[in-house]
T-cell receptor, first 115, second 114 residues
């Protein structure tokens, strides 16, 4: 149980284009979903917290107009990187929580490369 | 504010010898603490968690950690390392209130030599 998937697992896009990453909770309803960014050989940095049906809460320094987050249902959240640039290349990881638990269940991550 | 400090960025052990990965936390209340493992280019896997129950927590793959409030520590140990344990390990604290945000330590890379 408590499986989270991400799609795609890796994506290459050209500079200036947008790319959407999906995060799904497969066997539970995720009240809250989180998006993290991980640079090579570094720790995870929380980008934003999203709750189903409401606007995401972004961490300080994260551009909400660049990283669009939608949490339209209890099993799906999407992260759209708009007008991507090479510096947006990174490993993006989502996690999901049932809200009442401290535990977050992590997806396998999506590697984004912007050329 | 909550924070975690992983005292070693790299740890190298021989197969079959004990593993010790050190973590200190800072929290103004009784925290929830976790250890996650990440293998190369993979997502995170929960090894174990402490949520104010028993102070000695046993996890998967033979790992365990002890919560020591007096030392504000939550060190991860394993009696005998396997080659498959080579990975990045993260000590994590949960932020009180709100949506249970997690604060990650910088990570410790564990290398296991034959």
């Amino acid at each position: 149980g408590a499986v989270v998937s991400q799609h795609p697992s890796w994506v290459i896009c050209k500079s200036g284009t947008s790319v959407k990453i999906e995060c799904r909770s497969l066997d539970f309803q995720a009240t809250t979903m989180f998006w993290y960014r991980q640079f090579p050989k570094q720790s995870l940095m929380l980008m934003a917290t999203s709750n189903e049906g409401s606007k995401a809460t972004y961490e300080q320094g994260v551009e909400k107009d660049k990283f669009l987050i939608n949490h339209a249902s209890l099993t799906l959240s999407t992260l759209t990187v708009t007008s991507a640039h090479p510096e947006d290349s990174s490993f993006y990881i989502c996690s999901a929580s049932t809200g009442g638990s401290y535990e977050q269940y992590f997806g396998p991550g999506t590697r984004l490369t912007v050329t | 504010a909550q924070s975690v400090t992983q005292l070693d960025s790299h740890v190298s052990v021989s197969e079959g010898t004990p593993v010790l990965l050190r973590c200190n936390y800072s929290s103004s209340y009784s925290p929830s603490l976790f250890w996650y493992v990440q293998h190369p280019n993979k997502g995170l896997q929960l090894l174990l968690k402490y949520t104010s129950a028993a102070t000695l927590v046993k996890g998967i793959n033979g790992f365990e950690a002890e919560f020591k409030k007096s030392e504000t520590s939550f060190h991860l140990t394993k009696p005998s390392a396997h080659m498959s344990d080579a990975a990045e390990y993260f000590c994590v604290v949960s932020v009180a209130g709100g949506y249970n945000k997690l604060i990650f330590g910088a990570g410790t890379r564990l290398a296991v030599h034959p």
